[in-house]
């Protein structure tokens, strides 16, 4: 009902635009009056001259002058009458717009506007996106069709101009991470964190979110937020299994074993991440981590891309993504593997990296980013022999090369 009144006061608004200069009466021009007082005064002028009050040079100068003012009077008549005549086409006109207005304007919008369709502010768009539910009419779940990065960057513009609003900064925040950019990821945790207030999920998100950014390593800043969610929630799975790897990366192995067993035993039937933590106590224990349940599709996990990274169980800087957040656990790996890709770029005389990197891409199931790896180590290590002989060692343990 709000909308249509407001949609009815507005037309109101614009047939009154158009209605005003019809309705107004033009203003009465004086002249035809002066155009008998010229040529009173041109009489006046004649008769002057011939009683030889003025001379001729006189006269004729004074009868040009009236005579333009006459002539200016006269166009000023026709103007005057000009406008006079069309004021039945003015009321024509009035009364069409009138009708025409509303109507013309009702018929549009109903054709083509959604005067039913509810509010969707941008932050519940964007997290319905992020959830992938599809909006009405696109079924793509992606609002008027524009990308994620196009969405993203309206939140962020809106976030630059209201910092304080936290539901936005608490939406944003997974997208982040599902996009890998985990330090804005931690940034608008911590924002969302601070302005909407301490919860036990919402310290374990943070904690996460910095574990992330910090390439897998529980930081002492994650630590303290675990901390702090399992003070408000004993159970929550997510702190409880962070707590048990930075255990494990501190090298005290038998508590994140127990940690992870513990958290076993409070798991629920449909809990999708025990075989997660089973794998995670196999490598903390230092024996073999098994193989997927057939149930479960074939697929890398932190776990294995950790170790293929040389970082578990020997290494304390051991990589995994919260048992909950199977979703974005993919970036995560990539991101690891692309930082360490990176950093060989800039480095290439660490053989061990190049080995790790290629094991790393044969995990991944990339077998041509693996042997890419292969060429460029053996170019960035130029004539060493003893580390070209490394890599040719390590290589032929994958398999990639008899």
């Given at each position: 009902m709000t909308l249509w009144l407001l949609l009815a006061f507005m037309t109101a608004m614009a047939v009154a635009a158009i209605l005003w200069p019809l309705a107004r009466r033009p203003k009465p021009v004086a002249a035809g009056n002066d155009v008998a007082v010229y040529r009173d005064q041109l009489e006046e002028i004649e008769r002057d001259r011939a009683n030889g009050a003025i001379g001729a040079p006189e006269a004729e100068a004074a009868r040009i002058e009236v005579s333009r003012r006459l002539l200016a009077a006269a166009d000023a008549t026709a103007a005057e009458s000009a406008a006079a005549q069309p004021a039945g086409y003015r009321r024509l006109a009035g009364i069409l717009a009138l009708i025409l207005v509303p109507v013309g304007a009702s018929a549009l919008y109903l054709q083509l506007g959604s005067p039913e369709l509810p509010g969707q502010p941008l932050s519940d768009r964007l997290a319905r996106v992020h959830a992938g539910v599809p909006m009405q009419g696109n079924p793509q779940g992606n609002p008027q069709g524009q990308s994620l990065e196009a969405l993203i960057a309206r939140v962020e513009a809106y976030l630059e101009k209201n910092p304080d609003d936290g539901r936005g900064w608490e939406v944003i925040a997974p997208v982040y991470m599902r996009s890998g950019n985990y330090e804005a990821a931690a940034k608008a945790r911590g924002?969302?964190?601070?302005?909407?207030?301490?919860?036990?999920?919402?310290?374990?998100?943070?904690?996460?979110?910095?574990?992330?950014?910090?390439?897998?390593?529980?930081?002492?800043?994650?630590?303290?937020?675990?901390?702090?969610?399992i003070k408000l929630d004993a159970k929550n799975v997510s702190a409880r299994f962070y707590l048990g790897l930075a255990a494990e990366q501190?090298?005290?192995?038998?508590?994140?074993?127990?940690?992870?067993?513990?958290?076993?035993?409070?798991?629920?039937?449909?809990?999708g991440w025990t075989e997660f933590v089973r794998r995670s106590i196999a490598r903390a224990e230092g024996r073999p981590e098994g193989e997927v349940a057939k149930s479960e599709p074939q697929r890398s996990t932190t776990a294995d891309v950790a170790k293929a990274l040389g970082m578990a169980p020997e290494a304390p800087a051991a990589a995994a993504p919260a048992p909950q957040a199977k979703a974005g656990e993919d970036d995560m790996i990539r991101g690891m593997v692309s930082r360490l890709a990176d950093r060989l770029k800039q480095d290439g005389s660490d053989v061990d990296g190049w080995i790790r990197l290629v094991r790393s891409y044969v995990v991944l199931g990339d077998a041509d980013k693996a042997r890419a790896a292969i060429t460029d180590a053996r170019t960035a290590l130029g004539k060493d022999s003893e580390k070209l002989r490394r890599l040719d060692d390590g290589v032929k343990e994958l398999g990639l090369e008899g």
């Open positions: 924002h969302a964190l601070r302005l909407l207030g301490s919860t036990a999920e919402r310290e374990a998100d943070f904690g996460e979110t910095v574990v992330a950014a910090a390439n897998g390593v529980v930081t002492a800043e994650a630590h303290a937020a675990f901390d702090r969610a501190d090298g005290r192995k038998a508590d994140a074993v127990a940690a992870w067993t513990a958290l076993l035993a409070d798991a629920t039937p449909e809990a």
